[in-house]
């Protein structure tokens, strides 16, 4: 299982590379927290440098390391790939059965031993919104690596890591794969809301009935009546919720409460690397967790 960001920051630390927060959640973005893949870093490089040099160069010694990782963890390897492909797909995660509707996977007792030895590793996570408690589960991927391999080098859209960063593109797989960090530390997401001896079940939802519809990134479903509708979003400079975005946040709480027929309190989370800017929509927001916070122990 991975560091958590916490462990990542002291392990860096301790092979003489000294990044700074925001570039050990990036570092996160790509590698997941395995120390195994940390331990390429070289501390003369930055990390673009690394990154470049351990998958953008001829013989990088990671380019192609997704193929070989499920090869050593799994027999028939390209079923499990198939499924991770699949999943990469959909951000909130798919139900087995548009898995199987996919035809892209296979069925019966190997697709449910494809996901419980993925969940089991780690690459995945289960879990059951309000629509599937009874008829199923959803399967999202959360491995940050993975979805860094799918992106940029099975497809070969970029050849120079130096060159992507700073585009418009960069800046929307920020967004997706920041929010799978977040996936990843649910429990110190959950110390900063001071609920951390709460029971709670935590999932991406979005509505099936309502137009315009709804998609939320993270839901956590406390046992003391409360609903966190956690928004997630990565910028280099403080996040500026405007008269729109306010209006969109109110709508995403409303469908949510109409849909679900919830009678519990639903607070609007801002989860933000580098905080919100102070106006007078900011009050939207119950609370408000930023990129320190991830770093607890």
């Not at 590698?31 to 351990?54: A, R």
């Not at 699949?86 to 069925?107: F, P, Q, W």
């Not at 046992?223 to 209006?247: G, H, L, P």
Request: net charge negative.
């Amino acid at each position: 299982m991975p560091f958590s960001l916490y462990e990542c920051e002291q392990f860096l630390n301790s092979n003489g590379i000294e990044y700074t927060r925001k570039q050990i959640v990036e570092s996160y973005m790509v590698f997941g927290g395995m120390p195994y893949y940390l331990n390429y870093l070289q501390p003369e490089y930055s990390l673009t440098q690394n990154i470049d040099l351990l998958f953008f160069r001829e013989n990088s010694p990671l380019r192609y390391e997704f193929q070989q990782m499920f090869s050593a963890l799994f027999s028939n390897a390209d079923n499990y790939i198939s499924v991770i492909r699949e999943l990469s797909k959909k951000k909130g995660g798919m139900t087995r059965n548009e898995l199987i509707d996919s035809k892209n996977v296979v069925d019966g007792r190997l697709l449910t031993r494809c996901l419980e030895d993925l969940e089991q590793c780690g690459f995945i996570r289960k879990y059951h919104d309000f629509s599937t408690r009874t008829n199923g589960a959803h399967y999202q991927l959360i491995d940050p690596m993975c979805l860094f391999y799918l992106t940029f080098i099975e497809n070969g859209s970029t050849n120079s890591w130096q060159d992507y960063i700073s585009t418009p593109s960069y800046y929307s797989w920020c967004g997706i794969s920041f929010e799978k960090v977040c996936l990843l530390h649910i429990k110190q997401i959950k110390q900063k809301l001071g609920i951390s001896g709460v029971s709670s079940n935590e999932f991406s939802w979005y509505s099936k009935k309502t137009n315009p519809g709804a998609q939320i990134d993270l839901l956590i479903d406390r046992k003391d009546d409360v609903i966190n509708i956690c928004e997630i979003k990565y910028s280099q400079e403080k996040y500026t919720i405007d008269a729109e975005y306010e209006k969109d946040l109110i709508h995403k709480r409303e469908v949510l409460r109409t849909e679900t027929n919830t009678s519990k309190a639903l607070w609007i989370t801002l989860i933000t690397y580098s905080g919100l800017t102070e106006n007078k929509y900011k009050n939207i927001a119950v609370n408000e967790i930023v990129g320190d916070d991830l770093f607890v122990s």
